[in-house]
């Protein structure tokens, strides 16, 4: 016996109301590693406590220092503030060694943001996104690509993924965002 299948898929016009994909303008963006207790030192140049716990942020001075590791901080600022960040930190290193790497030009920000924003990480990010708390980042994966993602609000995103991943990224998150228009 044959049986006939329907289904019926809701386009949903206006697809940009439930989830935005914008790519941000570009960062100053430094790898920092330091010991545990060099973190005081460095928090003082940086004019930034450092967070001590993975997935917390602190901010101040326009500057933004994110703990992905135990000695590890990814520092991000306006473009502008790039040159200050290195001057701040130079004179510390005698007291506090420690290894800035300039990471600028290796990564591509994408905010993400509207009322589908977590359905369309979803599709790619293995992380439980319900966890992800507001002022909180990541390092996690998105498909097969390396990834930072910052929870800024309910409904807000921001995705920071190497460039040479980039087009790949920004096609699956064109396809989620068409999936979700269609009603998939």
Same mark, same amino acid.
């Given at each position: 016996?044959?049986?006939?299948?329907?289904?019926?898929?809701? /386009?949903?016009?206006?697809?940009?109301?439930?989830?935005? /994909?914008?790519?941000?303008?570009?960062?100053?963006?430094?790898?920092?590693?330091?010991?545990?207790?060099n973190v005081p030192a460095l928090s003082k140049a940086l004019g930034l406590e450092l967070p001590g716990r993975v997935g917390e942020?602190?901010?101040?001075r326009g500057r933004v220092a994110l703990c992905?590791?135990?000695?590890?901080?990814?520092?991000?600022?306006?473009?502008?503030?790039?040159?200050? /960040?290195?001057?701040?930190?130079?004179?510390?290193?005698?007291?506090?060694?420690?290894?800035l790497a300039e990471i600028s030009d290796r990564e591509i920000s994408y905010a993400i943001t509207g009322p589908a924003a977590l359905e369309l990480l979803s599709i790619a990010?293995?992380?439980?996104?319900?966890?992800?708390?507001?002022?909180?980042?990541?390092?996690?994966?998105?498909?097969?690509?390396?990834?930072?993602?910052?929870?800024?609000?309910?409904?807000?995103?921001r995705l920071d993924v190497w460039r040479s991943f980039a087009p790949h990224v920004l096609a699956l998150l064109e396809t989620g965002r068409a999936e979700i228009a269609a009603g998939l």
């Open positions: 016996m044959m049986t006939k299948q329907m289904h019926e898929f809701q /386009i949903i016009h206006g697809a940009a109301e439930l989830v935005r /994909i914008e790519e941000l303008t570009p960062a100053a963006r430094f790898s920092l590693r330091a010991r545990a207790a942020r602190a901010e101040a992905l590791g135990p000695d590890e901080w990814l520092l991000t600022a306006p473009e502008a503030a790039r040159d200050g /960040i290195v001057t701040d930190l130079a004179p510390a290193y005698a007291e506090a060694p420690h290894s990010c293995p992380r439980d996104l319900d966890r992800l708390v507001t002022g909180r980042a990541v390092r996690t994966v998105f498909d097969t690509a390396q990834v930072v993602l910052w929870r800024d609000g309910p409904e807000a995103f």
